[in-house]
């Protein structure tokens, strides 16, 4: 295929036999949130460029290198949509729906775009859900949202096969303290950090602290500890966010090195992490931001949010063979019919019983053909049952009904029982 004809590198199609085990996931992700009363947003998915620079900081990696910019056709700035807070953000001021304190406890889903070197686990277009509430400033909602995606973790089968870590990133004024501290301890080895950490150092300090560099890690090992210079107030919201997962018996470590890579986190912040999948290991991450909506222009407004990546989580599902039975049989019956007369009761017979039980799942044979087609075709579409409509039956007014995977004999139905009798087969098991 000639190069213009193909997908954008990192950006890629969810193909029909990859698309059951996404809408598995989504849909028990809305269902749970459904549950613990999160209603959905939808932003656009281009914003002014400003929006992120402002929001996520100019100094940070996606701001720098990841995001693809462009002008629209009268000058302005645009940027697709690297993550959504800052958009849900911008929505939620615009429309007025956090003033006068109101609580919003909002989730979306979506492709987001950062222009990163593709591999696994991490691609160009990639799809997030995400979580923000805005107007709680305590622990609790810190812990709910923990709580709620350690309910969902167990609902897929992988609660096993993830890890919690935890920080405090305390106040601004705390973090203010512990950068100074930090930017002190880190000039007098200057020399000794890599060339990135070195420009980090004047630019953002705390993203040193998330070099992947061995020579500066050994480096860190004597920092100052940010848990040193957590005021009170960050200590005990920290301190109420702990007592909270030990009530539900959620396991964490505690990880001092754990900044997120974004400008606007304060207070908590976490990542649920996995060895499942190499070098992408985060599956999940988020924290509280409490400076963020003033620094967007707001009025001072705590919050707190996450986002998880679909594509990591789906990856997870399939490495650890986490497929519910019920995807990957999308059909339960397959109507084969014989001749003109017999495709046009068929089709009647079909809608009347579609009408009776609304969430079978029957398949109409299109495009003819012989009989002995028309049964590979009913049998490589998983159904459980053929029906078959022929000259012998239309004169009887019956559907040959005939069990495809090996449960008893095929029998005839009266068209008017059909309905009846494919429900005690199928729908009620
Ligand atoms: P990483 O350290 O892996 O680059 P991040 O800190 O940049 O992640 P966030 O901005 O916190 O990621 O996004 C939340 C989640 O979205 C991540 O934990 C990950 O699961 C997913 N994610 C982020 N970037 C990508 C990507 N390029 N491709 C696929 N998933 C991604
Ligand atoms: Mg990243």
């Known amino acids: 295929m000639s190069k213009s004809l193909q997908a954008i590198r990192g950006m890629n199609d969810i193909l029909p036999e990859q698309t059951p085990l996404w809408r598995h ?35 940070t ?6 995001m693809y910019t462009f002008d629209d056709r009268n000058g302005d700035s645009l940027t697709l949509r690297p993550e959504g807070t800052a958009a849900c953000v911008r929505a939620v001021l615009e429309h007025g729906i956090t003033g006068g304190g109101q609580v919003q406890k909002l989730w979306y889903v979506g492709p987001m775009f950062r222009h990163e070197r593709p591999q696994k686990g991490r691609y160009r277009q990639f799809h997030q859900i995400g979580l923000e509430v805005f107007n709680l400033e305590g622990p609790d909602i810190d812990a709910e949202l923990i709580v709620l995606t350690w309910r969902l973790w167990g609902e897929l089968g992988i609660r096993d096969a993830v890890k919690l870590e935890l920080n405090s990133l305390g106040t601004s004024e705390s973090r203010g303290r512990y950068r100074e501290a930090l930017v002190a301890f880190l000039s007098e080895h200057l020399d000794k950090l890599d060339e990135d950490s070195q420009r980090r150092l ?9 070099t992947k560099n061995a020579d500066t890690q050994a480096i860190l090992a004597d920092a100052p500890k940010m848990a040193d210079y957590l005021d009170d107030e960050s200590r005990l919201h920290f301190e109420g966010l702990k007592a909270r997962l030990d009530a539900v018996g959620i396991p964490y470590v505690i990880n001092p090195k754990l900044v997120r890579g974004l400008d606007y986190y304060s207070k908590t912040v976490f990542e649920w992490v996995t060895d499942k999948l190499g070098a992408q290991g985060t599956v999940c991450a988020g924290g509280r931001y409490d400076g963020l909506v003033e620094q967007m222009g707001g009025k001072p407004t705590p919050g707190v949010g996450f986002a998880m990546g679909i594509e990591r989580l789906v990856l997870m599902l ?8 019920e995807i990957s049989r999308q059909v339960d019956v397959y109507l084969c019919a014989f001749g003109e007369a017999a495709e046009l009761a068929g ?3 079909a809608e009347r ?19 002995k087609s028309q049964f590979k075709k009913a049998d490589k579409s998983g159904a459980l049952y053929a029906l078959i409509l022929g000259d012998d039956e239309m004169a009887r007014q019956v559907v040959g009904f ?28």
């Open 402 to 429: 005939k069990p495809l995977r090996g449960q008893g004999e095929q029998q005839s139905i009266a068209w008017d029982a059909l309905a009846a009798h494919l429900a005690t087969c199928i729908v009620q098991g």
């Open 353 to 371: 019983v579609r009408d009776q039980l609304p969430n079978l799942r029957l398949q109409v044979n299109a495009g003819a053909g012989s009989f």
């Open 61 to 66: 990696d996606i701001v720098e290198k990841e």
């Open 202 to 210: 004047k630019t953002n300090p705390l993203r040193v602290l998330d």
């Open 318 to 325: 399939e490495t650890l063979e986490q497929i519910p039975e």
């Open 347 to 349: 089709l009647a017979l």
């Open 25 to 59: 996931f989504e849909g028990t992700v809305a269902r749970l949130l459904d549950n613990y009363g999160y209603k959905q947003i939808r932003m656009p998915i281009v914003e002014f460029t400003e929006l992120f620079k402002r929001s996520i900081g100019e100094v």
